[in-house]
C-alpha cells in the first residue's frame, strides 16, 4: 500500500519527465574495452569489436594498472594506473586525477556519478559533477575490488587481504556478505539481483545474504580472473590476466555455456594481459547529475548511438528483477503500479521523445517535495521503438536505480 500511495504521488503529483536533446555528445563505440598490464602491449588501452578482433591500442603511462569502467558523465573511460585516475574517448587519453592516497586497484560509478576507487585500506570516492572528495569506506586490509549493488544502491567491496566480500551501506557502514577463498573478482547481475563471484578456478552465484551456488569449475579465464562484466544481452564477459593463458572469454549464466575466447593469449608476453573489462558507455541510460533528493530533479543521459533519430518510451518502477521481455530483449524493470502509472498518464509523466542525430537525449525525473517520498528505491528504463523490429522494440536500456534522498 505504501509502494501505491507513493507511486501515484511520484508520478501524479508534479512529477515529470522532460525530453531534450544533449548537450554535449560524443561519437561512441560500443566496443569492449580492456585496461591491460604491461606484456606485449604494455600498459594500454585495448579496444576490440562486439566479437573482436582487437580495434585499437592506446598507450597508458607506467605504473600499476588497475580496472576500466564506463563513465557516462563526459563520455570516458575511466582506468586506474597507480595513484592516478585516467580517462579515454575518441581516442584521447588524459589524466583526470592523481595524488590519491593509495594505488587503485577497483573502479566502479555510483548513481551518484561518483568515481569509487577501492584503494589498500580505504574506498574513496571523487564525484567530478559537485567536485568533491570523500572516503566511501574504511579499515580494509586490502581494497582490491568496488562494484555498485544496482538492486539497493549500497556497495560491493573485496577486501582481498582477507579474502572477504563486505556490503557497504550509503552513510559508509560495513557488513560482511561472505568468505570466500581466493576471491578475486565479482559483479552485479541485473537479471536477478544476485552476483556473479570469482574466485581460482570457480564461477559462483552469489544472492545478496551471501549464499553462494557454484556455477562452474575449470572453464577458461576462471584460474586468475582479474575482472567481469555482464552485458545488456546476458552475456558474462570474464578477462583473466596474470595467468597462463591470458584472455577474455564470455559465459552464458542462464544456459552454463562458455563461448570460443574473444581473444587468448599464451602468456602475457605473447599477447595481452587484461586487468579490467568493461563495454564503452554501455551504460545507456544514467544519472548525469548528482542529485535525487526530496523536492530536486535527477538527470539522466540516453546514449545510443546506434539508434539516432528513433523514438523512445521511458518508464519507472519499483522494481528491476525479473523484468519484462520485450521482442528480443528484457526491460529491467517490473510491471508494478509504479510502471503501469507512469505509463498512463502522459499528459503529467512525459516519458517519450526521439534520439538526437548522435543518438543521445537527456531525461528528467522532478521529484515531488514529500518528506515521505525519502528511501524509495526507483528504477528507470526506455525501450527504442523500431516497427519494423519483433514486436516494435529496436533495443531496451541497462538496468539504472537510485534512492530518493531526504531534502538537506
Given at each position: ?39 606485449l ?67 566502479d ?15 574513496l ?5 559537485a ?48 568468505q570466500v ?77 562458455y ?61 528491476h ?6 521482442g ?71 538496468a ?9
Amino acid at each position: 500500500m505504501r509502494y501505491f500511495m507513493y507511486g501515484l504521488v511520484l508520478i501524479g503529483t508534479l512529477a515529470w519527465l522532460v525530453c531534450v536533446p544533449a548537450a554535449t555528445a560524443q561519437p561512441v563505440t560500443g566496443e569492449i574495452v580492456l585496461s591491460n598490464a604491461g606484456g606485449l602491449y604494455g600498459n594500454a588501452v585495448i579496444a576490440m569489436g562486439r566479437f573482436g578482433p582487437i580495434t585499437t591500442i592506446l598507450p597508458l603511462p607506467a605504473g600499476a594498472v588497475g580496472g576500466v569502467v564506463c563513465n557516462q558523465v563526459g563520455n570516458e573511460d575511466l582506468i586506474a594506473v597507480g595513484n592516478e585516475i585516467w580517462g579515454v574517448n575518441n581516442g584521447i587519453v588524459r589524466k583526470l586525477a592523481g595524488s590519491l592516497a593509495f594505488p587503485v586497484q577497483g573502479l566502479d560509478v555510483d548513481e551518484d556519478c561518483t568515481w569509487l576507487m577501492a584503494a589498500g585500506p580505504a574506498v574513496l570516492g571523487l564525484n567530478p559533477v559537485a567536485g568533491k572528495r570523500t572516503t566511501v569506506a574504511e579499515g580494509f586490509k586490502n581494497a582490491s575490488v568496488v562494484k555498485w549493488n544496482g538492486s539497493d544502491g549500497s556497495l560491493l567491496v573485496i577486501d582481498a587481504g582477507d579474502n572477504t566480500i563486505y556490503a557497504v551501506a550509503r552513510d559508509g557502514t560495513k557488513r560482511i556478505v561472505a568468505q570466500v577463498p581466493g576471491v578475486k573478482s565479482l559483479c552485479w547481475n541485473a537479471y536477478t539481483g544476485h552476483f556473479f563471484v570469482a574466485a581460482p578456478d570457480i564461477l559462483y552465484d552469489m544472492t545478496p545474504g551471501g549464499v553462494l551456488t557454484t556455477l562452474d569449475t575449470g572453464k577458461p579465464g576462471l584460474k586468475n580472473t582479474t575482472d567481469m562484466f555482464l552485458r545488456n544481452d546476458g552475456m558474462l564477459l570474464v578477462v583473466q590476466g596474470n595467468a597462463e593463458p591470458t584472455g577474455i572469454y564470455s559465459y552464458y549464466a542462464h544456459s552454463g555455456r562458455y563461448n570460443r575466447p574473444y581473444v587468448e593469449s599464451p602468456s602475457a608476453a605473447l599477447g595481452i594481459n587484461p586487468m579490467g573489462v568493461t563495454v564503452d558507455h554501455y551504460r545507456s541510460i544514467w544519472p548525469v547529475g548528482a542529485t535525487s533528493r526530496v523536492g530536486e530533479t535527477v538527470r539522466f543521459g540516453l546514449n545510443l548511438p546506434h539508434y539516432k533519430g528513433k523514438s523512445f518510451v521511458a518508464a519507472l518502477s519499483f522494481g528491476h528483477a525479473p523484468g519484462l521481455r520485450l521482442g528480443n530483449y528484457r526491460l529491467h524493470l517490473n510491471l508494478d503500479t509504479l510502471f503501469s502509472t507512469s505509463l498512463s498518464i502522459p499528459a503529467i509523466f512525459q516519458n517519450y521523445g526521439q534520439l538526437g542525430t548522435s543518438g543521445t537525449a537527456r531525461v528528467a525525473l522532478a521529484i515531488p517535495n514529500v518528506a515521505g517520498l525519502a528511501g524509495l528505491r526507483i528504477f528507470i528504463g526506455a525501450v527504442v521503438l523500431d516497427p519494423s523490429a519483433k514486436d516494435g522494440v529496436a533495443m531496451t536500456t541497462c538496468a539504472c536505480g537510485f534512492t530518493i534522498q531526504p531534502k538537506e
